[in-house]
């Protein structure tokens, strides 16, 4: 099993849909957890952190499940500008980010 | 504020051909990575420096591969020689020193794109 899985992807939706992406991690003693965005050809940029009790920015939520071991980054209204890839990153403590191999989003006027 | 200043940006050689890649990172940031993506994956850690420490290069080929951050700041990534499957974006990324038990987040330079011929 690899340390960090994504959702496959590619994801094509219409605009204004709910878009929900999922991570799983098998270190159990992960303590960090980002969701970076990447448009085509660019670097990795941070999109949100995740925390324990989860938290929203905006049309974009991020959770947490320790039980479960996995991440989840939701997208509402989806707009045209939200295509890319969207990576997620998992740190056990004072160790280094393990990405996941990203899920590709376009969505469709 | 500048963020992760990467050159070059583009880079077509030959096989068996040396290539070196520089990276600047932000100001004040303790923690510099190289990192590889293939299309397609997510970035893949090459070594990451603590300062001038290379603490983690378990993923470095090292047989071709070579990197080195003196006085802390700047850092280069060579190959040599570079091979067809060293065609990828190498990316560096820097992050200031967080304590405790989380890792902070990564800045990104904008990559240096290899092409292998």
């Known amino acids: 099993r690899k340390e960090v899985e994504q959702d496959p992807g590619p994801f094509n939706v219409p605009e204004g849909a709910t878009v929900a992406f999922n991570c799983t991690y098998s270190?159990?003693?992960?303590?960090?957890f980002f969701w970076y965005r990447q448009d085509c050809r660019k670097e990795p940029k941070l999109l949100m952190s995740v925390y324990s009790s989860g938290n929203e920015d905006g049309r974009f939520t991020a959770q947490l499940n320790r039980a479960s071991q996995y991440i989840s980054l939701l997208i509402r209204d989806s707009k045209l500008s939200d295509s890319a890839t969207y990576l997620c990153a998992v740190a056990p403590p004072g160790q280094n980010f393990v990405f996941g191999p990203g899920t590709r989003l376009s969505v469709l006027p | 504020e500048a963020g992760v200043v990467q050159s070059p940006r583009y880079k077509i050689i030959e096989k068996k051909q040396p290539v070196a890649f520089w990276c600047n990172p932000i100001?004040?940031?303790?923690?510099l990575y190289w990192y590889l993506q293939n299309l397609g994956q997510g970035p893949e850690l090459l070594i990451r420096y603590e300062n001038e420490e290379a603490v983690d290069d378990s993923q470095l080929p090292k047989d071709r591969f070579s990197a080195e951050r003196l006085k802390g700041v700047d850092s280069t990534l060579k190959i040599q020689p570079a091979e067809l499957g060293d065609s990828a974006v190498y990316l560096c990324?820097?992050?200031?020193?967080?304590?405790?038990?989380?890792?902070?987040?990564?800045?990104f330079g904008e990559g240096s794109r290899l092409t292998v011929l």
């Open positions: 100001s004040g940031h303790n923690t």
């Open positions: 990324a820097s992050s200031a020193h967080s304590g405790g038990s989380r890792t902070g987040e990564l800045f």
């Open positions: 270190n159990s003693a992960s303590q960090s």
